[in-house]
C-alpha cells in the first residue's frame, strides 16, 4: 500500500461542464505530480506542486488548473470540458521534489459525454 | 523536444524466459530513470528505478541498465512467471517535466 489516496473514483460529466479532482499525498511528502492517461497510453504529465508552488507543467493548456494545500494535499480542476478530457487522472507524490521517487494513486476515471 | 522511446510494444515469452524492453531518451541532462508496471484497471507500480551515476541496478528477478552515451535503459526481467504479464512503462525526468513511454504489454505464456 503506496498511502496515496484519490477521489472520486469514477466521474461522468458532460462537455463544457468543470470539475474537481483531489489526491492526498504519501505522509511525508510535499510533492504532488498530477498525470492524464489515456486508455492504452502511458501517462502524460501534467503539472506538479511543490510545497503549495506549482513547480513545472507539461503541454496542457491552462483550462486544466491546480492547487495544492498547507497538509500538501491537492486538486486538479479541469474547466470547459471536452470529449477528449476523457482518461484516468493519477496523482503521484514524492518525498521531495518530480526526481525524487513518485508513487502513484489509484486514479479517477473521468467520462466525458 | 523531450521524448521517451519504447520498444518492444508488445512481448511474449514463454514462463521462464527472460525479457528485455529497451527506452531511448533524447536529453543527455536526464538524470532519473524509473520503471513502472500496471496490471489492468490498477494504478502504476514502481519496480525499480536508476539514476544516471549508477550504470546497473538489480532487484531480485528485475534490473536495470543504463548507457548514458547512447541515452538508452533497459529493463531485464528474468526467470519470467505468469503474474510478470502487465503493461511495463518507462520514464525520464526532464527538467521540471516527466516523460512516459508508451508502454510495453508483456504476456508470459505458461
Known amino acids: 500500500e503506496t498511502g496515496v489516496t484519490q477521489s472520486p473514483t469514477h466521474l461522468i460529466k458532460t462537455r463544457g461542464q468543470q470539475v474537481t479532482l483531489r489526491c492526498s499525498s504519501q505522509?511525508?511528502?510535499?510533492?504532488v505530480s498530477w498525470y492524464q492517461q489515456a486508455l492504452g497510453q502511458g501517462p502524460q504529465f501534467i503539472f506538479q506542486?511543490?510545497?503549495?508552488?506549482?513547480?513545472g507543467r507539461g503541454n496542457f493548456p491552462p483550462r486544466f488548473s491546480g492547487l495544492q494545500f498547507p497538509n500538501y494535499s491537492s486538486e486538479l480542476n479541469v474547466n470547459a470540458l471536452e470529449l477528449d478530457d476523457s482518461a484516468l487522472y493519477l496523482c503521484?507524490?514524492?518525498?521531495?521534489?518530480?526526481?525524487?521517487?513518485?508513487?502513484f494513486g489509484p486514479g479517477t476515471r473521468l467520462t466525458v459525454l | 523536444g523531450e521524448n521517451v522511446e519504447q520498444h518492444p510494444s508488445t512481448l511474449s515469452v514463454q514462463e521462464g524466459d527472460s525479457a528485455v524492453i529497451k527506452c531511448t531518451y533524447s536529453?543527455?541532462?536526464?538524470?532519473?530513470f524509473p520503471w513502472y508496471k500496471q496490471e489492468l484497471g490498477k494504478r502504476p507500480q514502481l519496480i525499480i528505478d536508476?539514476?544516471?551515476?549508477?550504470g546497473e541496478k538489480k532487484d531480485q528477478r528485475i534490473a536495470v541498465t543504463l548507457n548514458k552515451t547512447a541515452k538508452h535503459f533497459s529493463l531485464h526481467i528474468t526467470e519470467t512467471q505468469p503474474e510478470d504479464s502487465a503493461v511495463y512503462f518507462c520514464?525520464?525526468?526532464?527538467?521540471?517535466?516527466?516523460?512516459f513511454g508508451p508502454g510495453t504489454r508483456l504476456s508470459v505464456l505458461p
Open positions: 503521484a507524490s514524492s518525498l521531495e521534489g518530480i526526481a525524487d521517487t513518485q508513487y
Open positions: 505522509s511525508g511528502h510535499n510533492t
Open positions: 506542486y511543490y510545497r503549495e508552488e506549482e513547480n
Open positions: 536529453d543527455s541532462a536526464s538524470n532519473y
Open positions: 536508476i539514476r544516471s551515476n549508477v
Open positions: 520514464a525520464a525526468h526532464y527538467g521540471q517535466n516527466f516523460v
